[in-house]
């Protein structure tokens, strides 16, 4: 756990250059189910907002990589452009953030699309 949370802040720190200061209601670390032509996972996906900008970082513990995503909110739902840890874009995302800690959408790339569901957990 550890391990996870290390990485979690280190993702963190090196994805969030556009967020000088997030403080959004939806802001939070959230366990996600993820599923795919791959199978189902359990990923962790850190969430942060300022204003109609959100960031999310996702964590794949099981193999130990990270990438992340920018876009914008409209209202409970945000959607942009997902990034590899060395800035290379690579596809999108669409999530929805519920009023009661609950996370689902889709992320998507030339040759995968991952459904998640979740909720937040910090």
Same mark, same amino acid.
């Given at each position: 756990?550890?391990?996870?949370?290390?990485? &979690?802040?280190?993702?963190?720190? $090196?994805?969030?250059?556009?967020? &000088? !200061?997030? =403080?959004?209601?939806?802001? *939070? #670390?959230?366990? !996600? &189910?993820?599923?795919?032509?791959?199978?189902?996972?359990?990923?962790?996906?850190? !969430?942060?907002?300022?204003? +109609?900008?959100?960031?999310?970082?996702? $964590?794949?513990?099981?193999?130990? +990589?990270?990438?992340?995503? !920018?876009? #914008? $909110?409209? *209202? @409970? +739902?945000?959607? =942009? +452009?997902?990034?590899?840890?060395? %800035? &290379?874009?690579? *596809?999108?995302? @669409?999530?929805?953030?519920?009023?009661?800690? %609950?996370? %689902?959408?889709?992320?998507?790339? #030339? *040759?995968?699309?991952? @459904?998640?569901?979740?909720?937040?957990?910090?």
């Amino acid at each position: 756990m550890k391990r996870v949370l290390s990485l &979690a802040v280190i993702a963190i720190v $090196l994805s969030v250059p556009v967020l &000088a !200061v997030a =403080g959004g209601p939806f802001d *939070g #670390a959230y366990s !996600v &189910a993820a599923t795919s032509s791959n199978g189902q996972f359990l990923d962790y996906v850190v !969430v942060l907002q300022n204003g +109609t900008q959100i960031v999310l970082t996702i $964590l794949y513990p099981d193999v130990g +990589t990270w990438f992340y995503g !920018v876009g #914008a $909110l409209n *209202g @409970n +739902t945000g959607s =942009g +452009t997902l990034f590899q840890p060395n %800035s &290379a874009s690579f *596809g999108s995302f @669409n999530v929805t953030l519920g009023p009661d800690g %609950s996370l %689902s959408g889709t992320l998507t790339d #030339a *040759g995968l699309t991952v @459904n998640l569901s979740g909720s937040r957990i910090l």
